[in-house]
């Protein structure tokens, strides 16, 4: 194995095992904060997928913004709450699981499914796709941002009028209300 | 296999140096505050008291650990390391010289931006982690500051990409020096592609960038948790902020955290508007002082002592200006700095189609 090999498969066992541990622990912040392994280990394997580019933006919005958003939401509540959350429903677990477990299944059978029954090689735009690859040293973000800015333009002006909406709204909703 | 070595050999390399700095901007900072405030600062532990941050380290590594009661362990042992590493990670990409750069990558500008913004996150642990009421207030101060300052900040920076055209910390350092390929124009009219210098430096390229720096100057200082920002760790109200817990190795941690961040703030923007590694002398005539000025040890004496200005200015206003308070904080950030940072971003755009 090469060392990329041997790095690749460390991130994604670093991703599936925080990302277990997320959802089974109990804590809720030590969760939010193993969700940070998860998504920086995600990153790890984003570059590996010779998206760098994508694996920054996720530590810039997940990490920087999103989860920091998180953990603030929770600082603020109750601590007493966040430590014991629901304990008078703790008889019946198992019942409680039970949704969860089948729904997580048959989603795992249906990507099994769909594993075993698609030949990749089968389609000719992946056969074709061979000489039409990113290299390790290509510059990504240059055919990015070419990219955004011609091809994919619409979709990302209608995504940042969405952005700028909300910002409006939240603004809105955070504004003093004038005594009347 | 040799490549690993290098690469092994350079971060520990880098980290020694980062430790070293720390160490000794410890005590510059002390000197500094002593002149300021006409006293003599340390004196006792070697001449003038220069050995004195390393007796202090000396004494931190002897201490014990102490882990409070009622603290979350797991995420108190690991806040320091997390507040570390973040700001040590972005050394990776910072350019040292001509060919003297760890990583150049083509996303240089927008990864140090981004593993700065997981200090936030190291930071919320600590506060969280000690279970203390004031760390926990410092640490919700500090994030929130350092999130909002986090937006002048970068469209500061890209206003300076824009006139760089490059993402790569090192192509933008090169196009500030006598060994750019493509031509630079001091203040948009006079070519000073063989003159190099300060002429070529971005403020000088594109004269508003002037402003845009002094913004990014002011959003690192908040970044840092520096005064007159310094209001996590503001010791007349919350004892000290979000370390207060610490001790030990892991205080030296967290404080080395702090001072790397100062140098790495700093670097970032000398990298951005101050020509990075390249000499302020210009070529006058036959007197080339700016290509007998430049080489890989140039390039490290001219960026560490620019930084060095940068970090005793940080010094300086430390202890010259007083406290902000928090909404006068946030007016600063959301009122005056974020809409002249767009401005320049403007301006950059237009001088981008217009003059260059």
């Known amino acids: 194995m090469t060392v990329e090999q041997i790095l690749f498969y460390v991130m994604s066992a670093i991703a599936l095992l925080s990302a277990l541990l997320v959802v089974s622990q109990k804590n809720f912040v030590r969760s939010i904060f193993l969700f940070f392994l998860t998504l920086f280990s995600m990153a790890g394997l984003f570059v590996f997928a010779l998206a760098d580019f994508v694996a920054i933006t996720q530590l810039v919005i997940y990490v920087g913004g999103v989860l920091v958003l998180m953990i603030f939401a929770f600082l603020l509540s109750n601590r007493e709450l966040l430590n014991n959350p629901d304990s008078s429903k703790q008889q019946s677990s198992f019942l409680h699981y039970l949704p969860g477990i089948l729904v997580s299944m048959l989603f795992f059978g249906v990507l099994l499914f769909v594993f075993s029954d698609l030949h990749p090689e089968s389609f000719q735009w992946i056969a074709q796709s061979e000489l039409n690859t990113l290299k390790p040293q290509d510059n990504t973000i240059h055919y990015l941002g070419i990219n955004i800015m011609t091809r994919y333009l619409l979709p990302f002006e209608v995504v940042s009028v969405l952005l700028l909406m909300a910002l409006i709204g939240a603004a809105h909703i955070a504004r003093k209300e004038r005594d009347r | ?356």
């Open chain 2, 1 to 356: 296999m040799d490549f690993y070595i290098t690469y092994i050999l350079v971060a520990v390399v880098l980290f020694s140096f980062v430790a070293v700095f720390a160490l000794f901007a410890v005590y510059a900072e002390r000197k500094v505050s002593a002149f300021i405030q006409d006293r003599l600062g340390p004196m006792e532990v070697g001449k003038y008291g220069s050995l004195q941050t390393i007796a202090d380290i000396l004494k931190m590594l002897q201490k014990e650990f102490i882990i409070p009661a009622a603290a979350d362990k797991i995420l108190f042992a690991a806040a320091p390391v997390i507040i570390f590493l973040s700001v040590y990670m972005g050394f990776a990409t910072l350019p040292w010289g001509p060919d003297l750069v760890p990583t150049a990558l083509n996303l240089g500008v927008f990864y140090v931006f981004a593993i700065v913004s997981i200090e936030a996150v190291g930071i919320l642990m600590a506060g969280w982690g000690s279970n203390n009421k004031y760390s926990l207030l410092g640490a919700l101060r500090s994030v929130a500051q350092v999130v909002s300052y986090e937006i002048p900040a970068g469209v500061a920076i890209i206003s300076a990409v824009m006139i760089s055209q490059t993402l790569d910390l090192q192509e933008i350092t090169m196009k500030q020096g006598v060994l750019s390929a493509v031509s630079m124009k001091f203040l948009g009219f006079w070519d000073v592609s063989e003159i190099g210098g300060f002429f070529a430096w971005n403020i000088f390229q594109a004269p508003h960038l002037i402003i845009a720096y002094v913004i990014y100057f002011i959003a690192s200082l908040a970044e840092c948790n520096r005064a007159p920002f310094d209001i996590p760790e503001a010791e007349s109200e919350l004892v000290s902020g979000f370390h207060t817990e610490y001790s030990g190795m892991r205080f030296a941690f967290i404080f080395l955290g702090e001072y790397s961040m100062m140098f790495l703030t700093g670097m970032f923007g000398v990298v951005l508007f101050l020509g990075g590694w390249n000499t302020f002398l210009p070529n006058v005539g036959s007197l080339r002082l700016a290509d007998w000025t430049t080489g890989p040890f140039w390039g490290v004496f001219w960026i560490v002592s620019k930084v060095f200005i940068i970090v005793g200015t940080q010094m300086w206003l430390r202890w010259t200006l007083p406290r902000l308070r928090v909404d006068q904080l946030m007016n600063l950030c959301w009122k005056v700095l974020t809409p002249l940072a767009f401005f320049c971003m403007l301006i950059s755009g237009i001088w981008q189609l217009l003059v260059m």
